[in-house]
């Protein structure tokens, strides 16, 4: 008998201890890359320096990614089952503490690389916008099915990278995706309870 198309896919339940060991990986790996492309390639990093108002302009985007997500997962019913496949495996084993890592860890790692490294090395431009969020996006890709979250996590990678070149600053991206990743996550653990 043939598998259905719409079938949903099943989840690969991990253990806490796996989720953050993945996440740790994942982070120096990432780490790692960008630190070869900026010793071998002779790739500038992307400036970053404090700023209180660039700063704030991250807490901003941060918070408008947060509710456009919300409203998103409220309203596409696609984007809702694969955003939740997603989370599922990796929010679900995870302690409340466990978010702040689920924040700092890909908020700083995939920033550093995708828009700290990638986006300047392929010409701080449109081109090299468009590339770096398609990359960004893909890294989310958890099954055949995430489609509709790869998607989502391309839009935001435009989103973060367009904050970056406008501000000059990988500040603005990074403290939008670690707060992005704290909010959204607290929230979708406090709906399971």
Known sequence: MAQQQNQE???????????LVA???????LWVVAKICLQFANVPLMNWHWDEKQFLFGIILGLLIT???SVV???????RRSADYYLEIVL????????????LLPGLSEELLFRGVLLP??????FALIISSIFFGILH???????????WATIVGLLL?????LSGNLLVPIVAHILTNLISSYLWKMKQF
């Open 9 to 19: 896919p099943e989840i690969p339940y991990l253990t806490r201890t796996q989720v």
């Open 23 to 29: 996440m740790g990986v994942t982070a120096i790996i």
């Open 67 to 69: 509710a456009v997500s």
């Open 73 to 79: 997962y409220r309203y596409n019913a696609a984007y």
């Open 92 to 103: 679900k084993p995870l302690a409340l503490p466990d978010l702040i890592w689920l924040g």
């Open 121 to 126: 090395a392929l010409g701080s431009n449109i």
């Open 141 to 151: 890709l958890s099954g055949s099915q995430q489609w509709p979250y790869v998607i």
């Open 161 to 165: 990278g367009a904050s970056a070149l």
